[in-house]
C-alpha cells in the first residue's frame, strides 16, 4: 500500500486523489453488485449437472456446491461494492473499483472534455447509471459505476462547471 500511494503521489504530484475518502453508492449499488456477482458464479453449479446427472451421483453434494458457489460469488460481489465509489477534490475526480483488488482511478477535471452517461435495463429500473468522464487523450476515460442518476449529473456538473448547464432544467 505505501508503495503504490508513493507512485500514485509522485505521478500526480500531489496525495490527495490517493488518500481522500470515496463517497459509497448506496444500497442499490451493493444490491446489483451481489446480484451481478452471484449471478456469474451461478453457472458453475448449472454446468455441474450434467456430470452429477450422467454419473449417477448424490445430488445432495451439488446442492452443497451449489450453495458454497453462489455465497462465494455474494462474498466477491461485496468486496467489489466496498471498492466502488467517487470523490471530487479540487483538481482530480477520483473513481473506485475492483472486485479482488482495489483499483483507484484519478483524473484532471481540467482533462475531461465530455460525460456520457450510460444505463442497462437493470440500472434504469434501479435509478442508477455508469458514468463515464472521457479525455482527449486517446482512448482514456475514468468510469464511475452504478451511481445514482441524481448523483452522477450533480457530479459531473461540479466536475466541469458550465459544461452540462444548457442541458439542465433549473
Given at each position: 500500500?505505501?508503495?503504490?500511494?508513493?507512485?500514485?503521489?509522485?505521478?500526480?504530484?500531489?496525495?490527495?486523489?490517493?488518500?481522500?475518502?470515496?463517497?459509497?453508492?448506496?444500497?442499490?449499488a451493493r444490491r446489483r453488485?451481489?446480484?451481478?456477482?452471484?449471478?456469474?458464479?451461478?453457472?458453475?453449479?448449472?454446468?455441474?449437472?450434467?456430470?452429477?446427472?450422467?454419473?449417477?451421483?448424490?445430488?445432495?453434494?451439488?446442492?452443497?456446491?451449489?450453495?458454497?458457489?453462489?455465497?462465494?460469488?455474494?462474498?466477491?460481489?461485496?468486496?467489489?461494492?466496498?471498492?466502488?465509489?467517487?470523490?471530487?477534490?479540487?483538481?482530480?475526480?477520483?473513481?473506485?473499483?475492483?472486485?479482488?483488488?482495489?483499483?483507484?482511478?484519478?483524473?484532471?477535471?481540467?482533462?475531461?472534455?465530455?460525460?456520457?452517461?450510460?444505463?442497462s435495463w437493470w440500472q434504469?429500473?434501479?435509478?442508477?447509471?455508469?458514468?463515464?468522464?472521457?479525455?482527449?487523450?486517446?482512448?482514456?476515460?475514468?468510469?464511475?459505476?452504478?451511481?445514482?442518476?441524481?448523483?452522477?449529473?450533480?457530479?459531473?456538473?461540479?466536475?466541469?462547471?458550465?459544461?452540462?448547464?444548457?442541458?439542465?432544467?433549473?
Amino acid at each position: 500500500r505505501a508503495v503504490a500511494l508513493s507512485v500514485g503521489e509522485a505521478v500526480l504530484s500531489e496525495p490527495e486523489p490517493m488518500t481522500v475518502p470515496l463517497l459509497d453508492h448506496g444500497w442499490l449499488a451493493r444490491r446489483r453488485s451481489w446480484i451481478r456477482h452471484a449471478d456469474s458464479f451461478f453457472i458453475v453449479p448449472l454446468l455441474l449437472i450434467v456430470p452429477f446427472w450422467f454419473f449417477d451421483l448424490a445430488w445432495s453434494w451439488w446442492a452443497v456446491i451449489a450453495v458454497v458457489v453462489i455465497f462465494l460469488g455474494v462474498l466477491v460481489g461485496e468486496s467489489a461494492y466496498r471498492r466502488l465509489g467517487h470523490a471530487l477534490t479540487e483538481q482530480h475526480l477520483v473513481a473506485g473499483s475492483g472486485e479482488l483488488a482495489r483499483i483507484r482511478t484519478a483524473l484532471e477535471t481540467d482533462g475531461i472534455i465530455g460525460w456520457v452517461f450510460t444505463q442497462s435495463w437493470w440500472q434504469r429500473r434501479s435509478g442508477l447509471c455508469d458514468l463515464v468522464a472521457t479525455t482527449a487523450a486517446g482512448s482514456e476515460r475514468v468510469l464511475v459505476q452504478d451511481i445514482a442518476m441524481a448523483r452522477a449529473v450533480a457530479l459531473a456538473d461540479a466536475a466541469t462547471p458550465g459544461l452540462l448547464t444548457p442541458y439542465l432544467r433549473h
